[in-house]
C-alpha cells in the first residue's frame, strides 16, 4: 500500500483545504475578487470536464494546452488572470502551482509574443 490516500479522500481533503482557504480569506479579499476566482475556476473546470481532464491538481500539459485554447479567444491579461486564479486555488489546496511548470510559463510567453502583452485601451487603437 502507498502512502497517498485514494482518489476519493484526496478529493475530500482537496476540498476541505479549500474551505479552509476561502474561510480564512474571508475579509482580506474583495468580493470582487471572490467572484472573479470562482468565474475563472468554474471555466478552466467545464473546460477539464469536456476533455476529461482533472483541473486539481492540473497537470502540466493540460494548462499549457488550456493557454493555448483560451489565448485563441482572450486577450492575453485575461489568460492570465485565469492563470493565477488557478495557481492560487492550487496553492490553497496544497498542491502544486502549474506556474511551477516551465513549460506553462513558456505557454504564457508564446501567448504574449503572438499577441502582444500590453492590452489595447480605448485610444490604443
Not at 7 to 29: H, I, M, N, V, W
Amino acid at each position: 500500500m502507498s502512502g497517498r490516500p485514494d482518489p476519493a479522500t484526496r478529493k475530500s481533503q482537496t476540498g476541505e483545504r479549500l474551505t479552509a482557504y476561502l474561510e480564512d480569506a474571508r475579509g482580506a479579499l474583495s468580493g470582487h475578487t471572490v467572484r472573479a476566482v470562482r468565474a475563472d475556476l468554474e471555466r478552466f473546470a467545464a473546460w477539464c470536464a469536456e476533455r476529461g481532464c482533472s483541473p486539481l491538481p492540473a497537470r502540466a500539459g493540460t494548462m499549457v494546452a488550456y493557454v493555448e485554447a483560451m489565448a485563441s479567444e482572450r486577450a492575453p491579461a485575461t489568460v492570465r488572470r485565469y492563470v493565477s486564479s488557478i495557481a492560487t486555488v492550487h496553492k490553497a489546496a496544497g498542491e502544486r502551482s502549474p506556474l511551477e511548470h516551465v513549460t506553462v510559463r513558456r505557454a504564457l510567453k508564446r501567448m504574449h509574443r503572438r499577441r502582444g502583452g500590453a492590452g489595447r485601451g480605448r485610444c490604443g487603437g
